[in-house]
């Protein structure tokens, strides 16, 4: 049990489109869900804590127009990169939370973002 | 400077030895993770404990609270287990602090 998803695996898109991120929790309701960004060689860094039904909470730095999160389901989240730039790409992994999972958080398999 | 060290950095074994990656963070906390990133990134959530030893396999780990130190022991170590592990720590809040992890690689 305790399965997160992410889709799509991967994307290429142009420098100034915008991407979609989807994370769903699969067998158990999130009400909680983490977006975190990792960059080559680095560790994940947490962009944003999202809780269903209210406004994402974003780390220092993270530009909140820029990165748009909406957790609407207790299944669902989704990040948006708005205005996708060349240094916007990277691997963006969500994790979920929910009441039952005694606050281990689980992974999604991550999204690897490349803006040209 | 990293609340979470891990060590070490690279770690290298053949098949069938015993491995042990360390985990050391600078204040009390709530819980550790310990986690498993294969080449392709996905991440795996292999341990979350507060307290004493918990076993899975061959993986054992382990924590000690006073001493704000961890260990994730592999026995009879195998190529698949090639991957980067993540020492993660949380603190009174939902957010988790990440290690650099530590990158292994089991040779047959």
């Known amino acids: 049990g305790a399965v997160v998803s992410q889709h799509p695996s991967r994307v290429i898109c142009k420098s100034g489109t915008s991407v979609k991120i989807e994370c769903r929790s699969l067998?158990?309701?999130?009400?909680?869900m983490f977006w975190y960004r990792q960059f080559p060689k680095q560790s994940l860094m947490l962009m944003a804590t999202?809780?269903?039904?209210?406004?994402?909470?974003?780390e220092q730095g993270v530009e909140k127009d820029k990165f748009l999160i909406n957790h609407a389901s207790l299944t669902l989240s989704t990040l948006t990169v708005t205005s996708a730039h060349p240094e916007d790409s990277s691997f963006y992994i969500c994790?979920?939370?929910?009441?039952?999972?005694?606050?281990?958080?689980?992974f999604g398999p991550g999204t690897r973002l490349t803006v040209l | 400077k990293n609340e979470v060290e891990q060590s070490p950095q690279n770690l290298t074994a053949q098949e069938g030895e015993f491995i042990t990656i360390n985990c050391s963070y600078s204040?009390?906390?709530?819980?550790l993770h310990w986690l498993q990133q294969h080449p392709g990134g996905g991440i795996v959530s292999l341990f979350m404990?507060?307290?004493g030893k918990k076993k899975h396999g061959r993986l054992i780990a382990t924590i000690n609270i006073q001493e704000k130190h961890s260990s994730l022991h592999i026995t009879a170590s195998h190529p698949r287990d090639s991957a980067v592990y993540i020492c993660?720590?949380?603190?009174?809040?939902?957010?988790?602090?990440f290690g650099t992890g530590t990158r292994l690689q089991v040779f047959p």
């Open positions: 999202s809780n269903e039904g209210s406004k994402a909470t974003y």
């Open positions: 993660a720590v949380r603190w009174n809040t939902d957010k988790l602090i």
């Open positions: 404990l507060s307290s």
């Open positions: 067998d158990f309701q999130a009400t909680t």
């Open positions: 994790s979920a939370r929910g009441t039952l999972t005694y606050n281990e958080q689980f």
């Open positions: 204040v009390g906390i709530s819980a």
